[in-house]
């Protein structure tokens, strides 16, 4: 439902415009819209574009953040633009360890995040001790380590992975065994399609983990013929659930190309507005919570940030030259060995 101002409103020269914010609580209703601040969006474009900032946006993001960004996307898409850009500085919108992933490919880029006290709860569940821990009692295996880690776990891991090529770089490591951490619900989902043996660490992401059968079942009495599609930090018995399971990148292609009209989400609600925006002719529930650490990051902070340098993500050099390393090998992988957008239930089923 989209909620216009008032008409006095929309003469005065501060307009107020009303755009998407999605309930966290399933619903067939339109997406609940807020006011937003328009002039203070032109002022932050003008201050970035002043200073040459690049502002990278991840999916999860609040939607009026959508609006500053010049690119929005998952974590290997916001890491590869952050390693290639010749901007001088980066304002990272999203979580820590993605400023900080963006800072270690990019250490002569100055890298801001509107609030460094936005921290993923999985990035340091099972983190640098768990992985030494492991290494100690399996110390064949490889330790593959999910970008959402903190820079000191990456330096004690082998290579790193997104929910995107998860499976293509356990693949691609040596060891018959592997440490996986700290997600041990992608752990479960990668070993669906490896024969190497994983060893899961015990982390989760709240968000994903909170998706119960019920609410599905409850979504799709409601919207009988809409596709599920998960995201794989889901539980076990939700993936069993999904027609197709797809990290967020891939969730877009994958809506716009089916050939049906409706699909229930499986993933952090903010993700439902990019799928909206990019295929607006398709409709789309959610079934998922929202990352509250996502939505610390606010129009107003942004603007601090590039008003005073606020934000700037200082790492110990040497800790960043060790954690670069499985970093870079993640994406040399990723050039090589190509990741699929999607699978289906019956690939799944049988492991494909
Ligand atoms: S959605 Fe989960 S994994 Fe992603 S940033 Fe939030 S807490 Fe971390």
Known sequence: MLILPEPWALSQRKIQIVITIVKALPSDEEPVEPACNYDLISEIRELADRQGVLILA?????????????????????????????????LFCG???????????????????PDP????????????????????????????????TTTATKAVSDICCTSANAIEIVDSVDSEQVIFLPDRNLAAYVSRFTRKEIIPAAGYCYV??????????????????????????????????????????????????ASVSSFIIGTESGMLHRL????????FFSVAGICAPMKQITLEKIKACLTTGSGEVVLDKSLMDAARVPLERMIEVSKTRQSRSFRTREEIRKGL
């Open 58 to 90: 991840h999916n999860y993001q609040a939607p009026e953040i959508y609006q500053i960004a010049e690119k929005i996307g998952d974590s290997l898409e916001l890491a590869r633009l952050a390693q290639e850009t010749d901007a001088e500085t980066i």
């Open 95 to 113: 979580v820590d360890f993605m400023a900080d992933t963006a800072k270690i490919l990019n250490p002569q880029a100055r890298v801001l995040i």
């Open 117 to 148: 006290q936005a921290r993923c709860t999985m990035a340091h569940m099972a983190g640098e001790q768990a992985a030494i821990d492991l290494r100690e009692q399996y110390p064949d295996a490889e330790v593959v380590s999910y970008v959402n």
């Open 208 to 257: 994903h983990d909170a998706i119960t059968r019920e609410s599905v079942d409850a979504m799709q009495k409601l919207h009988p013929g809409a596709v599920f599609v998960a995201h794989p930090e889901c539980r076990p018995e939700i993936i069993d659930m999904a027609d197709a399971v797809c990290s967020t990148g891939g969730m877009a292609r994958f809506c716009r190309d």
């Open 276 to 283: 909206r925006s990019e295929v607006a002719e398709k409709k």
